[in-house]
DNA sequence: GAGGTTTTCGCCTTAAAGGCGAAAACATGG
DNA sequence: CCATGTTTTCGCCTTTAAGGCGAAAACCTC
């Protein structure tokens, strides 16, 4: 009868006449689920299928929304977290909404500078390894993300490092995102960067 | 009174009950203009400012679509093609979706093989050359355009050549996008392929 | 057949990503 | 306090993709 109780759902809600839809699930996400220090907010997609839930039809327009990993917002206690690879079943087709945001974040860690969204202020290059890792789902290594954000120009040390662990070790240095990479850039141009071009030779 | 009478919109209408949305401005198109050979469609934004059309708020989502450029649909007598880098005055927010259109079309024109859906099913490399240049707003090299998309495995060659111009010179020799190529390939990871990763030395 | 035109190919340079091991900088246990 | 283990960082090299440039190929017209 209900075949979507008891199932979970993600955060959302009508839209009023004065908001736009951005405005619309910020406020959302304030009142429902504690979450406001969102670094960076996206549309992800609409879904309309006529069907995607029982009655009326209902038009949705997805956000992909970042939080960075230091800060743990309190969430009420009907809501919780939920690691994208142990999904629990989830109502309508909220599932698919999930998925496609895990595929955007994870295609856009790789070719713009996301990234800064989901770290805290200042971190060491293993954690932003960890970051990265999680949200790509394979193992990224640390020299390599050093250097590929080092010479994009992202990254910048702060001077100090971080304690070591309890194992010992080098104390790590602390990085900062540069300050012009504080908003997504998207991507590099592939095929031809706005510099000088072509014009081979003679053209009268 | 009306600032915005007599300009030029984009096509478009209200989404029906029964349809989604993507069939819907598929059907608003076969309408209102004779697009219907549509080789690659997608959801581009969610424009809702409230006030971005006189009246009741109106939420419109706006599509990306791209026709070969073989093709020159009929279209009503209302109705006119115009390049995008000589806009006239449009209505409402349209120039922005233009423009934001315009810079999907080309952000993916660089990572992804959406070219396909801009050339007609067999085409000279100057001929795509062309439709490369034109969509992207710069000229771009034949001979380098010619070898990444070879080496991304997405040119095959025909046997066939075109006939020279006029002018004579070399006959063309006529492509074709490879098969699999022939849906939106989303990015090429940039910062960590697949294959194996990491796992640098002892873990023990 | 000479000269002009367009396309295609081959070789080289530039740039970015990725691998690997050594060195640096810390902790702890004898 | 020195040897050993741990973690981070750095330097050098390899691999891969993009871009430049000129020569060769293949056609036209006069």
Redesign the pocket.
Known sequence: MEPHAHRWSLPGGRLRSDEDIETSIKRQLAEKVDVRQLAHVEQLAVFSAPDRVPGPRVVATAFLGLVPSDNDPAIPTDTRWHPVEALPRTAFDHESIVLRARDRLRAKLSYTNIGFALAPPTF????L?GLYSAALGYRV????????LS??GLLE?TGE???????????????TFARRSMAVTDP??????P????Q???R?
Chains 1, 2 share one sequence.
């Open positions: 060491t290059i293993s954690a390894r290594s640390a020299t390599n993300l050093q250097r590929v010479r994009r040390p490092t971080a304690l070591p662990g309890r194992a010992g070790g080098r104390p790590a240095a602390l990085f590099f141009a592939v095929l031809r960067p510099g000088q071009n072509e081979t030779g003679k009268s």
